[in-house]
């Protein structure tokens, strides 16, 4: 049986992922801001990884969901907390949930940044209005993360 996460991504998504886990995850490629997500399950509490691209904007670091809300996002939303892993070096996060202005502004400059990645996913035209722009907002979680996690200040 096919779980609704797996069933959500194509064959070729798939395959992508397990080359880049393999390739940051495991042999610690330095891809540029390539990490891999760890976070704990909300129901279960097993360990889930996804690979992810860290935008850095304004003195802070953001994760955003290209793909709208998803497992990695509902797990890392009621986690609080997550790691980033390429190879052996691991980095515990705290990631808060961002609204507003924060969460558009990042969705401009990772959709910017990253564009030939993952554009298809924003649904935007080039540019877009700022109109089409607090919409596709509402679409894709944001998280700003900060170094620590549970047991640490």
């Given at each position: 049986?096919?779980?609704?996460?797996?069933?959500?991504?194509?064959?070729?998504?798939?395959s992508?992922?397990?080359?880049?886990?393999?390739l940051?995850?495991?042999?610690?490629?330095?891809?540029?801001?390539?990490?891999?997500?760890?976070?704990?399950?909300?129901?279960?509490?097993?360990?889930?990884?996804?690979?992810?691209?860290?935008?850095?904007?304004?003195?802070?670091?953001?994760?955003?969901?290209?793909?709208?809300?998803?497992?990695?996002?509902?797990?890392?939303?009621?986690?609080?907390?997550?790691?980033?892993m390429?190879?052996?070096?691991?980095?515990?996060?705290?990631?808060?949930?961002?609204?507003?202005?924060?969460?558009?502004?990042?969705?401009?400059?990772?959709?910017?940044?990253?564009?030939?990645?993952?554009?298809?996913?924003?649904?935007l035209?080039?540019?877009?209005?700022?109109?089409?722009?607090?919409?596709?907002a509402?679409?894709?979680?944001?998280?700003?993360?900060?170094?620590?996690?549970?047991?640490?200040?």
């Open positions: 049986m096919i779980s609704p996460q797996r069933g959500a991504l194509g064959l070729r998504a798939r992508f992922n397990a080359l880049v886990k393999t940051v995850g495991r042999l610690g490629v330095p891809v540029p801001h390539t990490y891999i997500l760890r976070v704990h399950g909300r129901s279960s509490g097993t360990l889930h990884t996804t690979p992810v691209l860290v935008l850095k904007e304004r003195g802070s670091r953001y994760l955003v969901a290209p793909r709208g809300e998803t497992q990695w996002t509902r797990n890392l939303h009621a986690a609080g907390w997550g790691e980033l390429r190879g052996r070096r691991v980095e515990r996060v705290r990631a808060v949930e961002v609204i507003g202005p924060e969460r558009k502004r990042a969705i401009r400059a990772y959709e910017r940044r990253y564009r030939l990645l993952i554009g298809r996913f924003f649904d035209p080039h540019g877009g209005t700022d109109e089409e722009w607090r919409r596709a509402r679409r894709h979680p944001v998280f700003r993360l900060a170094s620590g996690g549970p047991g640490r200040s």
